[in-house]
């Protein structure tokens, strides 16, 4: 798995998330745990929502 925001493997990671789109809910939104506390933004490939 890789975050949304920045690409990087989260495999071995701790404290990152993954939800819904907030917007479509059929996409997974994943973070790691810099760009949520970063608060950088992610896109949904399906619906085109931007947020953090």
Do not use: D, H, L
């Not at 989260?10 to 993954?18: A, D, G, L, P, S």
């Not at 745990?33 to 970063?38: E, G, I, L, P, Y």
């Amino acid at each position: 798995m890789k975050c949304s925001s920045c690409g990087k493997e989260i495999e071995t990671e701790r404290n990152w998330v993954e939800f819904p789109c907030p917007s479509c809910g059929k996409e997974k939104i994943i973070r790691c745990k810099r760009c949520k506390r970063m608060e950088n933004a992610y896109n949904c490939s399906k619906c085109g929502f931007t947020g953090p």
